[in-house]
């Protein structure tokens, strides 16, 4: 009997089972048919090489243009070349030593090609690929049943795993499956005109058609839409039950002083947004709430007029931050903005006055007692810090709201610690702010326990910001001019940023000194070409331009690893125009203020995210003159790589930009391993596509655990939540 919990080997062979299981992570039939094909070819389609990115394992299906062998210059032995073609862009297949592979790929044969993308003198290649022909002849030295079908399903693959190995797996495991109980109750699938689990597995691996497609896949989503939203009410309705310190409002505390003060008028989501905040902090309950706004739409303020609320309760707010550089700015700004409100215990303090305490683990031994004092007694009201705030010796005399500041910088666990410091018996409120847009898709999956709030008013007194792509594979004088533009910014009076992705000072990762890098081989080497060279790093790229081109300009360093008084003096100099440039790592993301920066050069943008580039970005153009931000690259023109770089210049709209991320990602990140450090359980589901799904998931979801909260009248339910949503998951979930 072979069924869903049967390990690989059993069916397959210790050999296969051991190799699917340590290349991919497949060790039963229930993994091996969970894990879905990618995508389908069609016989009469071939793959779009120009969508190829290095290091990736790609298999195409593609046609044979020529073939050439020659003898090596440089050592003894032969090259078979070979270019397959999808018609429009070529790709260089190599094999060294295997003079036979000649006489087999002969030109005009299509085959399924998969290996890893590497580059030889900026042309995509393959080396020594895996591959399977096909055509009028496949039967010779080939499986052609393996291609009988019209649509060929390609699987995400590894090396010595090509895809169509994969498929026989798939092929021998459904021979012999006695199939599994369906967990969705039968009257569920009627009524949304779902199939059975058995049909839709098999149609997934093996389609007849696009039909057969089109019905597995419809099916397979809603297993795993159901599963997450199972998971997310089960959490509204328990977070109900948690009692909640009230905060509610009062007409002569400090936050109605503080409004009366504002310079400004409050823009309308502003006002509505704190409206809806100021309800949920006098109920007894906890409020969970993410606000979500453009850099400089005033959230800040939002968090602000929460936090006095609070006080104005007798409670204490605690605003978490991701970096020091990002606490200490917090903590200046809200001290800015409070003025004499915000200096209870100094002269000349205001009548309602509350303090801000800034809590960090790098302090002074004398400011950080002096600080941890003034939480646990009660004397600061607001206490801004980094996760030094939720170490046990901390504690706070009466919590009563929490503000996190770029929730997906910060661990999940960490913030569920925080909730911890609350009274006895209570959970504090929790108000969670990003400055990355989230399309409602993504909030209905992934903040689904959380109420989500937008800014959408473009942020007030920005100046213009153009953006564009330096292509220095292509283009390499490009990068000087970006040099000449810094200097020019410089000149003006102006300053700019200069955002690498690594630290560096790793000699490993360094040549020896006085050797240089050695030239370009003759011959491509046989290991498979030019792998990704490491990201640029701040220190080399701050030596180079200090010593080349920005010679004479005042450069300053930033990093994670500066001790705080130095990072801090970095900011404060760069802020007073005492540095023309700061060469950073994305410590600068976020939260960082300087008006006079009006030029940011991002190397290696292609390694950052969409969302990450257009924070980074955000910290030019808050002044009155134009921003201007270079993407600096090598990725080619044509990949998926340099589609994401051209979305981020076409538009400053962090909305727009969040579907088009959204667009260009791949399956299978929905619940964000970036958040929680795993990969999704989610392989079918398109936030992009299937937001109707998501939206029947959910009212589902809420009727089946309204009436079955710990869902013990559905066993199979509570299976199927438990596959897609795992204990691990349900907890990144529960936290977030």
Same mark, same amino acid.
């Given at each position: ?78 090259? +078979? ?55 009028? &002849? ?42 599994? &109980? ?51 009410? $089960? ?213 689904? &326990? ?35 533009? +810094? ?69 300053? +360093? ?85 589609? $994401? ?15 088009? &991320?959204?667009?260009?990602? $791949? ?61 691990? $998951? ?7």
């Amino acid at each position: 009997m072979t069924s869903w919990d049967v390990t690989l080997d059993r069916v397959l062979g210790a050999k296969t089972g051991k190799a699917l299981d340590s290349a991919l992570g497949l060790s039963t039939v229930g993994d091996l048919l969970r894990h879905y094909p990618r995508r389908y070819a069609e016989r009469g389609e071939l793959t779009a090489i120009a969508g190829l990115e290095l290091g990736e394992h790609a298999t195409v299906l593609a046609q044979v243009e020529r073939v050439a062998k020659r003898s090596m210059k440089s050592r003894r032995g032969t090259i +078979v070349e070979a270019r397959i073609t999808d018609g429009h862009r070529s790709l260089t297949i190599t094999f060294f030593n295997q003079a036979w592979r000649e006489r087999e790929l002969l030109p005009g044969r299509r085959g399924m090609f998969a290996g890893k993308v590497t580059a030889y003198r900026n042309n995509l290649q393959l080396a020594h690929p895996e591959y399977q022909l096909f055509g009028e &002849d496949a039967d010779v030295g080939s499986a052609a049943e393996e291609f009988a079908a019209a649509l060929l399903p390609v699987y995400p693959a590894a090396q010595g795993l090509p895809s169509w190995s994969l498929a026989r797996c798939v092929r021998q495991v459904l021979d012999v499956w006695d199939g599994t &109980d369906d967990p969705l109750p039968a009257e569920l699938r009627e009524r949304h005109g779902l199939s059975d689990l058995d049909t839709a597995l098999r149609r997934i691996h093996q389609p007849q058609d696009h039909e057969d497609l089109a019905t597995a896949r419809q099916r397979l989503k809603w297993d795993e839409a159901l599963s997450v939203q199972l998971a997310l009410a $089960r959490l509204r309705g328990s977070a109900g039950s948690h009692p909640a310190p009230s905060c509610p409002p009062r007409p002569d505390g400090v936050r109605t002083a503080f409004d009366e003060r504002l310079p400004f008028e409050l823009t309308a989501g502003q006002r509505e947004i704190g409206e809806r905040v100021a309800v949920d902090l006098t109920a007894e309950h906890p409020m969970n709430r993410l606000v979500q706004g453009e850099v400089g739409s005033g959230k800040t303020v939002v968090a602000l007029r929460a936090m006095l609320q609070a006080v104005d309760a007798g409670r204490q707010a605690a605003m978490l931050a991701p970096t020091e550089v990002l606490a200490a700015q917090h903590a200046r700004s809200l001290s800015e903005l409070l003025g004499d409100l915000g200096r209870a215990g100094e002269l000349g303090a205001a009548e309602q006055a509350t303090s801000v305490t800034l809590l960090t683990g790098s302090l002074p031994t004398a400011q950080r007692r002096a600080a941890m004092l003034a939480a646990a007694s009660g004397e600061a009201g607001i206490v801004v810090g980094t996760h030094a705030l939720i170490q046990d010796r901390v504690s706070f005399a009466d919590l009563g709201l929490v503000v996190v500041d770029e929730q997906h910088r910060f661990g999940v666990e960490q913030r569920d610690a925080l909730r911890a410091r609350g009274p006895a018996g209570t959970s504090p409120h929790v108000l969670v702010m990003t400055a990355t847009p989230i399309p409602r898709t993504v909030a209905m999956t992934v903040y689904g &326990d959380l109420e989500v709030s937008a800014l959408r008013e473009l942020p007030r007194g920005r100046s213009p910001i153009s953006t564009s792509v330096v292509p220095v594979a292509e283009k390499p004088g490009w990068l000087d001019r970006a040099w000449a533009r +810094v200097r020019e910014e410089v000149a003006a009076g102006h300053q700019a940023y200069v955002v690498c992705p690594r630290i560096g000072d790793d000699e490993d990762e360094k040549p020896a000194k006085g050797k240089k890098k050695s030239a370009e081989p003759e011959e491509p080497p046989s290991d498979g070409g030019q792998q990704r060279r490491p990201p640029l790093a701040v220190l080399e790229v701050a030596e180079q331009l200090t010593a080349g081109p920005l010679a004479g300009l005042r450069v300053a +360093v930033l990093h994670g690893r500066l001790p705080a008084d130095e990072k801090d003096a970095v900011m404060r100099g760069f802020a007073a125009g005492e540095v023309d440039v700061l060469v950073a790592t994305t410590v600068v993301e976020v939260g960082v203020n300087v008006p006079n920066a009006t030029a940011m050069v991002i190397m290696d943008a292609d390694r950052f995210g969409v969302s990450q580039l257009h924070q980074l970005r955000g910290r030019i153009g808050r002044g009155s003159a134009a921003g201007l931000c270079l993407l600096v690259t090598d990725a080619m023109g044509g990949t998926t790589t340099r589609e $994401r770089l051209d979305a981020v210049a076409s538009t400053t709209d962090g909305f727009e930009l969040a579907q088009l &991320d959204l667009e260009l990602r $791949r399956e299978g990140d929905i619940l964000g391993a970036a958040q929680s450090g795993r990969r999704s359980g989610l392989k079918m589901l398109s936030l992009l596509r299937d937001e109707d799904v998501i939206a029947e998931a959910r009212a589902e979801a809420e009727r089946v655990v309204g009436a079955d909260p710990e869902l013990r009248a559905h066993p199979g339910l509570a299976r199927m939540v438990a596959e897609v949503v795992d204990e691990e $998951r349900a907890g990144f979930l529960e936290k977030s």
